[in-house]
């Protein structure tokens, strides 16, 4: 995930002016009159629910419908599903240090951000490998041409001529531009990089995007190397104390009954003078007016939705196309902390096995019990993404089972969550592909009477800091043409 370089802008802070000129309707929220001071948002997604949580805030009118019956979309925490209270993320997981906008509604909301720990080893083409080892340069990873001492971009080496020619002709210049036409595979190969450092990057930082290396734009990844050097082992991440849904849930729980859950947008009809969003409530169609709305839907949600008139032919064409990902994961309750034993090759393990990253998550959580999580994705998430609940299960015990020895005896019981057989998300998320530079400013730009937030429009798109920063995007455009009426 791209690093977040903008700071905060103070339009976060409560809005006095906007505040003084409209008063808040006490209409209900479905009453079909248009209201002038009305905005539709449509997802309770974390764009969506900061986007509509300022624009409250600010004094307007605000709807918010959500598809399912809970908020936060793609932050999920599963609580239910397992024994001893344990909880496990299920969806977003990791808040960077750099990621502002999380850490900004953390503090005001008083939710803790506790450091993840980072890998302890790697269990790669059969061989299990100490990360301590590969840091002191000990052992080798079982890859030819590699450098030593480290797991992470490895493919750096090759694309150094490529970092120059940005610094020397500026991100702008034809030639680096023309890097959008080629993937990241052919980028490598044209620089010379063996066979095996793509199949490492298809673990490394192609897992990260959910997706392989021949989909993913080359100069995007040229990009991400100077802004941000890419994502390292010594990348430092966290996650909040007691489970991520705490945020969009605080955030849900002020714009309190502005929510209204299990009610699909079906249709949208706009024109200079609002908007008709059409619902299904309980089944039924219903019709929403307001002067404005704020589609915070993924794009391959939003592909399918009627809209009337439809949106100009670069943004449909954007929608149709924006890449996703397949991302999985695999909660795996055991008895007991097996991974925490002498002999263990650690908590945390980056593999090339089907389950790609398998790590300890309840480490915050008290045991015996314990939960090892998987994150896989790309080609191994569309494997299992065909194959049985069941099935998916026995995949992961087996696979921890070449692991850790003491696996299979400890074991309770797998959930996974297959984000691309979601109906309301159908996609893991977003990422850069091969062709698609320009397509994040087209899919944020407003049309008319609709505004579009979500981390596929964000500047640090795939990521829960993108996802509220689109939508404070979105709440500044929307103040700002208000102002102007
Ligand atoms: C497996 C996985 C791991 C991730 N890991 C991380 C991580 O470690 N760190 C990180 O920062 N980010 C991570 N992310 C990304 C992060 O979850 C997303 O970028 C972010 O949550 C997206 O928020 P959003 O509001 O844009 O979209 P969403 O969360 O998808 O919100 C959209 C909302 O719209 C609703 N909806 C859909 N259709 C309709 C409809 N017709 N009518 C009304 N509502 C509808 C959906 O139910 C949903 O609530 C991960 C995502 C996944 C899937």
Redesign the pocket.
Known sequence: ?TKNKITRRSFIKKSGVVTSLFSLSSQSIFSSSTDDNRIIV????????SCAHELEKAGYNVVL????S??????STYRDQFSDNLYS????????ST?MY?QDYCREFNLKILPARQYDGVYVRGNELSMDRIRSGDVNLPYTGTENGMLFGQEVQYIQKWIELVNKKGINSPEVQALDKISVEDILKEGGAPQDIIELYTYANATES?TTPSKISALAMILSNIKTSGFSENTV?GRILGGNDQLPKTLAKKLGKKIKYN????RLDYDSNGVTAT?KDNGKLTKISAKKCVI???AS?LKN?DVNPGFSKEKIKCINEQVYGH???IAMQYRERFWDNTNSIGQRVFTDTPLRRIYHFSIDQPGPRGILLS?T?GEDAIKLGKLSDDKRNEIAKNTCSKIWDEATQHWERGVA?Y?NED???K???SFSGVGQKDFREVLARPEGPVYF????T?IQ???????IE??LRVYDEIKESMRSL
């Open positions: 995930m449509v997802g309770a997604g974390l764009a969506g629910l419908v959500e598809a399912r809970r908020p936060g979309g793609r932050v993320e299920m969806g977003a997981e990791y808040v960077d990621d999380v959910t991440e009610t699909p947008l079906h619902v915070a839907l993924p949600i939705i991302a999985m994961k994150f994705s969550k984000w109906p309301w998300t996609a893991s998320y937030a979500g981390e596929h964000a798109r795939a990521s829960m800091n993108g996802a689109s939508g």
